[in-house]
T-cell receptor, first 116, second 115 residues
Framework: KAGVTQTPRYLIKTRGQQVTLSCSPI?????VSWYQQTPGQGLQFLFE???????NKGNFPGRFSGRQFSNSRSEMNVSTLELGDSALYLC???????????????FGEGSRLTVL | AQSVAQPEDQVNVAEGNPLTVKCTYS??????LFWYVQYPNRGLQFLLK??????LVKGSYGFEAEFNKSQTSFHLKKPSALVSDSALYFC?????????????FGQGTELSVKP
């Protein structure tokens, strides 16, 4: 079974630009979560989507947005990029929201964004 | 508010020796606790979890963790460390079943195993 696929793996943008990152979850997984990882702040939850609906949102400004498609694939968008947005953006999938019986997330390898 | 603390930024262990990576938590309600490992330039890999039941949880690659409710701890352990265990380890907590895919992660502990 293929794992979580994130594209692109690496990208460089300049301040003020926008970026779109893509995530394809494991087949059959309907929940997709996004995390930002930086050396200073560590791993921070951005948002979670389930059945094309945002179910949870972290404490990030409105420049960060996302969506989920009917095939469970997800995208996140960051507009008006700032230097501080440089980070590894990780996507994770799980079979369904709030799976008490399993609960683990399956992570992709991330998209490393550098903002110049 | 839920929180997780990993008090050690780095742990150094000689190959063959036992290792412990510490984690304490603070949650309201029953804790769902996880350990993940991250190798350089890779995503996170699930190691083990505690949901309910036995306090000693066994996971992947020979790792285990002990849940201690009175000390609010969930330390990761391995009886005999390997050089290949060198990586960044994260403890995480989810507050029951209400937060779906939202995990609160600790700051991470860099494990270095020397030959």
């Amino acid at each position: 079974k293929a794992g979580v696929t994130q594209t692109p793996r690496y990208l460089i943008k300049t301040r003020g630009q926008q970026v779109t990152l893509s995530c394809s979850p494991i087949s059959g997984h309907r929940s997709v979560s996004w995390y930002q990882q930086t050396p200073g702040q560590g791993l921070q939850f951005l948002f979670e989507y389930f059945s094309e609906t945002q179910r949870n949102k972290g404490n990030f400004p409105g420049r960060f947005s996302g969506r989920q498609f009917s095939n469970s694939r997800s995208e996140m968008n960051v507009s008006t990029l700032e230097l501080g947005d440089s980070a590894l953006y990780l996507c994770a999938s799980s079979p369904r929201q709030g799976t008490a019986g399993t609960g683990e997330l399956f992570f992709g390898e991330g998209s490393r964004l550098t903002v110049l | 508010a839920q929180s997780v603390a990993q008090p050690e930024d780095q742990v150094n262990v000689a190959e063959g020796n036992p290792l412990t990576v510490k984690c304490t938590y603070s949650v309201s309600g029953n804790p769902y606790l996880f350990w993940y490992v991250q190798y350089p330039n890779r995503g996170l890999q699930f190691l083990l979890k505690y949901i309910t039941g036995d306090n000693l949880v066994k996971g992947s690659y020979g790792f285990e963790a002990e849940f201690n409710k009175s000390q609010t701890s969930f330390h990761l352990k391995k009886p005999s460390a390997l050089v290949s265990d060198s990586a960044l380890y994260f403890c995480a907590v989810r507050d029951g079943d209400n937060q779906g895919g939202k995990l609160i992660f600790g700051q991470g502990t860099e494990l270095s195993v020397k030959p």
